[in-house]
């Protein structure tokens, strides 16, 4: 005798043909946060009613570190400062996720700052390692645009924006103190000639002494260092930039009295190259 599949088997089987496509290409598009020229305003309360603002965005320029490849997310203007940390950014379009270098770690190492994939009762733990529960999840109109919003539920500038970033930090890891992001464009830049970073190591280039320091700082270039200009960059913690210059000499000494004291980060560039050293001003 011939076994007969049942009608109601088949015609299940023919739903979940015909459904399945249609709930595969009507899930949202995904809404890419990392675009060069994509820039932030973000304002910062003083207290009073008085703010300041500072403006980022991302660069054509990347640095290929980790074999990933990473964009710049670098500062446009401020007025004060809301003293945002800038650094290298990459974006995972399939987890959605997205990672960030600080501009003053000497390791290169990422860490997830923003999830897209989170939802209702999922736990997201903040730069600071502390635990964010998510409160709802829900479109929202933000920009012009509808996107999804990953709300903590903490304050009314808490949570992630699905093509915007952080409502308190845009594309940053953090700003100081509280701020939020009030406006949000995306500039035209020509991208044709990127320049691409590579990892620099400082111990081939100079020596930098001593360390800790307190009144002065010296440099000491390698035979071959000046063959190409050398730029560096003193910054806070949180990337304010606190002293710039080009060194062209084999040794130069830094009066650094006026500097803050605490750590203190020495980005070098030469070339399409770029490191970081760590100095504790007391």
Known sequence: MKSRTPVRLILYSLVLVILYPIQLFSQPEYQKTIIPGAKWTIRKGQGMGSFTHSEIYISCETLEANSKTYATVKLLSEVNGANCELGYIREDTLLRKIYFIPLEDTTFTESLIIDYSL???DTFYNP???????????????FGRTAKFIDFGLQHSDGFIEGFGSLMSGPSRKCEGF???????ILEVNCNQTTSIKILDLSNLMLISPNPAKDQLFMEMKEYALNDPIYIQVRSPLGKLIYSRVLNSERVNLNITKWPKGILFIQVK???EVGVAKVFHY
């Open 179 to 185: 701020t939020s992001v009030i406006d949000y464009e």
């Open 119 to 121: 939802e209702k009762g």
């Open 270 to 272: 030469k070339g399409n």
């Open 128 to 142: 600071s390692g502390i635990p964010m529960l998510v409160d709802t999840v829900r479109q929202i109109e933000f």
